[in-house]
């Protein structure tokens, strides 16, 4: 199951609530010294909302792994030092579904369709006011940046929302909002189930 949506829309919670195993697709995103790192236009700043800062190649090689083996390594990601700080595995055993969610997980819903690995691809939305105060919070709470770039991020962000949406939406993910996601992960879980029992 892939997860997507604009950066505070509630994966993560979503995730958490739904009980299934979670990859968190933005441990992926490239390190801060990398030199194909796009730049937010006109600035300074580097666009981590574009998908060139992220690494959906050894994405897809993980979301591979766990699909065929129930495990893979995984990078430990720090946000608020734009690198990655170590390596830790993740184990889902034999549960036939997991998610996997970021801000980015729609750009490889093609990918995993082509692979025979996705279930669903769902895009949460919640309005740009919604997840501006969110993200924004939350960001701050943890100490992503500094306050300066969360307020020019959150700004371009908000105005921006819907083009984002819109496009994750084109590359194959249902629009939905948490209640509905929750319900599609619930349904998708007990239909693997139900399907592994009877190969058993």
């Known amino acids: 199951m892939l997860l997507c949506g604009p950066s505070g829309s509630g994966k993560s919670l979503v995730a958490a609530l739904c009980g299934l195993p979670v990859l968190r697709l933005d441990d992926f995103y490239k390190e801060g010294d990398d030199p194909t790192l796009p730049l ?7 666009d981590w909302d574009h998908p060139l800062s992220w690494d959906a190649d050894v ?5 591979t792994r ?6 893979t390594p995984v990078p430990v990601y720090d946000i608020a030092r734009s690198a990655r700080t170590g390596e830790d595995t993740l184990d889902i055993g034999r549960t036939p579904l997991f998610v996997a969610e970021g801000i980015f997980a ?68 249902h629009p939905c909002g948490r209640d509905e996601a929750l319900s599609r ?16």
């Open 40 to 46: 937010v236009d006109g600035s300074s700043d580097i």
């Open 106 to 173: 729609a750009e490889i819903v093609e990918r995993c369709r082509e692979l025979g690995l996705l279930a669903d691809a769902l895009c949460l939305t919640r309005g740009p006011l919604t997840t501006f105060r969110r993200r924004f919070l939350r960001d701050l709470k943890e100490g992503r940046k500094s306050v300066p770039f969360l307020l020019r991020r959150g700004w371009r962000l908000m105005r921006t929302e819907r083009v984002i949406v819109n496009r994750q939406v084109s590359l194959g993910a």
């Open 59 to 63: 994405a897809v090689a993980a979301i």
């Open 185 to 200: 992960l619930a349904a998708a879980g007990a239909g693997r189930e139900t399907a592994q029992e009877a190969a058993a």
């Open 66 to 71: 766990l699909c065929a083996t129930g495990s």
